[in-house]
């Protein structure tokens, strides 16, 4: 029974890095972590686009936008929704993460999600770069991995189907 795994590859693919500009201090680390990371891995810079939106209610919208284009391998989305004293929090949460992976069924793309939910200001900074790490970063290593994963599956696939 093969066995199918992603490596984080870079080399020769196209990505996005979709970001919220709100909470920009939490932001920003993120979209740097996640380009760092698909750079590390071989991804030419010049072969990744950073696209800012004004905040993760707009994550969806602009990734839809960018899938359409096919341009990319996989788009990364990156934003931190803030816990406030309303329930704001709840609807833009959950409908820009409905919204994301709506895209992603609806143009067959990898789209990660580096889109923070928490509940203090101080808990999003830990995850941009503080002490749990850098969730942009971790949403870049999971759109190379997939990225990697779907050319190895269409490669036995094609190899299958030529037998």
């Known amino acids: 029974m093969p066995e199918f795994n992603g490596a984080p590859q870079g080399a020769g693919r196209r990505f996005a890095v979709v970001a919220s500009r709100f909470n920009e201090t939490v932001t920003r680390p993120l979209a740097e972590g996640a380009v760092e ?6 991804a030419a ?11 993760a209610w707009e994550l969806p919208f602009a990734v839809r936008q960018l899938a359409g284009t096919d341009r990319y391998d996989a788009i990364v989305a990156v934003g931190a929704v803030v816990r406030g004293e309303t329930p704001h929090f709840d609807i833009v949460a959950g409908e820009a993460a409905r919204g994301l992976a709506d895209a992603c069924r609806d143009f067959d793309l990898p789209v990660t999600l580096g889109l923070l ?47």
Not at 37 to 42: I, M
Not at 49 to 54: A, E, G, Q, R, S
């Open 45 to 55: 810079f010049d072969d990744v686009d950073v696209v800012l939106v004004p905040g």
């Open 117 to 163: 939910t928490t509940d203090t200001m101080e808990q999003a900074l830990d995850r941009a770069g503080g002490k749990h790490g850098n969730k942009g970063w971790d949403a870049a290593l999971a759109a190379l991995e997939l990225t990697d994963l779907f050319s190895r599956l269409d490669a036995a696939g094609e190899a299958d189907a030529a037998d």
């Open 37 to 42: 990371a698909l750079v590390k891995h071989g």
